[in-house]
């Protein structure tokens, strides 16, 4: 899959080609200082999956360096902080939709593991966040018994709800309980991590019939939403 990224003089309406590789290069932000481009791609290996790394340019003499290739997850989505020394990531892990700061060395630095709720039908996983100039930031907040409200951060402090949208309607029921489970696979050994949803007033000494949800995609997650 070929996808390259093209910049346009607004004056003259010229095109200039910024990335050529053999693979799709994707969702590009300009820093704030003008001074550099940070892109998702990856190089295509013509394989089933491949993970999207996080690339910065440098403008003034086309320099790219990956940030993120000795780290084994897929990032989703990639902003600039406001003062144009470091981004903000979002990528899945184990079910769950992760914030981070990730520096211009590579470092990252947890933010939130709680992003969900743009998708209600099924539980997989997702979300947004946005970051302001002063460092803020704001996303959906995701739980397993309610959908995403929105929270707000800054720093390290932990970030806050803003909002409870739907404890009118859901504060007064009993919910089912979520909890992951894992287990070895009998094809390859390796771990499978599912979702162990039990209904209200659930007694683990009884028996239950038991329906299986397997997302497709197949590469996909579900998670505790």
Same mark, same amino acid.
């Given at each position: 899959?070929?996808?390259? @990224?093209? $910049?346009?003089? =607004?004056? &003259?309406?010229?095109?200039?080609? #910024?990335? *050529?590789?053999?693979g799709p290069d994707f969702s590009p932000v300009l820093?704030?200082? /003008?001074?550099?481009?940070?892109? #998702?791609g990856f190089d295509d290996k013509m394989m089933g999956y491949h993970n999207s790394d996080v690339h910065v340019m440098n403008l003034s003499n086309g320099s790219i360096e990956v #940030?993120?290739?000795?780290?084994?997850?897929? =990032?989703n989505d990639v902003q600039w902080a406001g003062s144009s020394n470091r981004l903000y990531v979002q990528y899945d892990d184990r079910g769950k939709t992760n @914030?981070?700061?990730? &520096? #211009? $060395?590579?470092?990252? &630095?947890?933010? +939130? *593991?709680?992003?969900?709720?743009a998708i209600l039908g099924r %539980?997989?996983? $997702?979300? /947004?966040?946005?970051?302001?100039?002063? /460092? +803020?930031?704001?996303?959906g907040a995701g739980r397993a018994d309610r959908p995403a409200d929105v929270a707000v951060g800054k720093g390290s402090s932990d970030p806050k709800r803003l909002t409870s949208l739907n404890e009118g309607l859901l504060g007064n029921r009993n919910l089912a309980a979520v909890e992951e489970i894992t287990w070895r696979s009998s094809a390859?050994?390796?771990e499978v991590q599912g979702w162990l949803?039990?209904? %209200?007033?659930f007694d683990s000494s009884k028996k239950y019939p038991l329906l299986l949800e397997i997302? /497709?995609?197949?590469?996909?997650?579900?998670?505790p939403h």
């Open positions: 899959m070929e996808v390259e @990224i093209w $910049s346009v003089d =607004i004056g &003259s309406g010229e095109l200039s080609q #910024l990335t *050529d590789r053999n820093s704030p200082d /003008g001074a550099k481009l940070a892109y #998702l #940030l993120t290739a000795d780290f084994d997850r897929s =990032i @914030i981070a700061t990730l &520096s #211009l $060395s590579g470092q990252l &630095s947890s933010v +939130a *593991d709680d992003v969900g709720g %539980p997989y996983t $997702s979300g /947004g966040f946005s970051v302001a100039n002063n /460092g +803020a930031y704001a996303y390859d050994d390796l949803v039990t209904p %209200p007033g997302h /497709g995609g197949p590469f996909a997650a579900y998670g």
